[in-house]
């Protein structure tokens, strides 16, 4: 009997894949954002309004991945920007390889950011990379507050929470406080940001959020080539 | 419900280790599964169990390691599992502590049995 010591992480494909993503998105300067939510979060109006709002000289592709239907892609390609749905035809998440395919025949270089709006799942898509730069959770109010004590996987792995749906407040029990402690509990170093996409409260939070994080990213790719 | 996925890599993953070896057998997996991993264990063992036995007479067995959330304290360096997510230090009472274990999804070994 012969015990092989791998140490390796099980997805490590997918990881091999989602790196070489970040890294021909970094030196194409494209920012990309992996949403991810539970079903009805309100993730696609959330991405409408944005492209809505972006500066009008923006650049943006949209990838959208959902288990059955192009409906979101047809929402989403209201705004004048190449969108592609990715239907994964049962699958709860989207993996590095969709993506890789997804962005065949993309000019990519030509993009500011990618958005990808994942399947609305709350478990499955924080074992996957997508090559991503971070993972924002969309919390709506009409969810429970201990939505990040049940999904500790997802939310302790989000560089952003945006908490949706705010101007609902005056009609649903949330406590907006306690959610923010737990998301807090779970990753203490999480940004939070409120926003509803019906009244654009908070969107230019949200839009400069977004925009530095671009920035930053760029810089630093920029620094590690220099380098 | 992601865990026919993750079976279907962990076979695939040590199946490149058998292939290194012409004529091993799989005789046993080892993984290592951290709480926060977002991966039911007993679903993961069901599933690996069908992926498994569809292609061969004998399914390996399979070993998990489950590893509790823990972090450490930067400030007196204890390291802890987190209970009910309180994730201050219970020693020094220091606000913010690391994580360090409780993430993991790995195949930590491969047992072959050579003919």
Redesign the interface.
Known sequence: ??????????????DKLALSLREVLAENGVYCPNFISSPGAGKTLLLERTLELLPPDTQVGVLTGDIQTDNDAARLARYGFPVRQITTGG???L?ARMIQRALEDWKIESLDYLFVENVGNL??P??YDLGENDKIVILSVTEGEDKP?K????F?RAGLVIINKIDLLPYVSFDIALAKE?VR??H?DAEIIEVSSTTRAGFSDWLSWLDNRRRLCAAHSAASVAS | ??EM??AS??L??VRK?AAA?PG?RI?KVG?RIGE????DPESLRFCFEAVASSETSEAPALEIEFLA?QNQCKRCGIVFALER???ECPRCGAE?TE?VSG?E??????????S
Request: net charge negative; hydrophobic share 40%.
């Open positions: 009997m012969t015990r092989v010591d791998v140490q390796q992480k099980v997805l490590n494909e997918n699958s709860c998440h993996e478990v499955c924080a074992s004590l999904y500790p996987a997802t302790s737990n509990k779970v203490p | 419900m992601h996925g993750i890599s962990v695939d993953a280790e070896r091993s005789v993984l926060w991993a977002g991966v959330r997510f309180q994730i913010v994580p993430d999804l790995e195949l930590a070994f491969v047992e072959l049995e050579e």
